[in-house]
Nanobody
Framework: QVQLVESGGGLVQPGGSLRLSCVAS????????MRWYRQAPGEERVWIAG????????GYADSVKGRFTISRDNAKNTVYLQMNSLKSEDTAVYYC????????WGQGTQVTVSS
């Protein structure tokens, strides 16, 4: 079955960096677009970045453009989210997502940006 497992979250000071990872299994990773979403307390889950199956195309929400970079390693079945210049408003649970007939989500990883 499809599984997505995120890691790499934690507590970081404003201006700091983190790299999130999402390891996928149960499907042919290299043929599917992958996405990152986040959900802040009391808010809806929102899309923040996506990457095509080959990694040749990427897209970002305006809120993270220029600070976050999505990438993937198809040999490792892993998608990454490099987050730089973090702000307090980036505090959220971050989720990995793909659509393989159905929507699949990981369990999420908490990112807290605070001094």
């Amino acid at each position: 079955q499809v599984q997505l497992v995120e890691s790499g979250g934690g507590l970081v000071q404003p201006g700091g960096s983190l790299r999130l990872s999402c390891v996928a299994s149960g499907f042919t990773f290299s043929t599917y677009t992958m996405r990152w979403y986040r959900q802040a307390p009391g808010e809806e889950r929102v899309w923040i970045a996506g990457i095509s199956n080959t990694g040749g195309r990427t897209g970002y929400a305006d809120s993270v453009k220029g600070r976050f970079t999505i990438s993937r390693d198809n040999a490792k079945n892993t998608v990454y989210l490099q987050m730089n210049s973090l702000k307090s408003e980036d505090t959220a649970v971050y989720y990995c997502n793909t659509v393989v007939r159905y929507d699949y989500w990981g369990q999420g990883t908490q990112v807290t940006v605070s001094s």
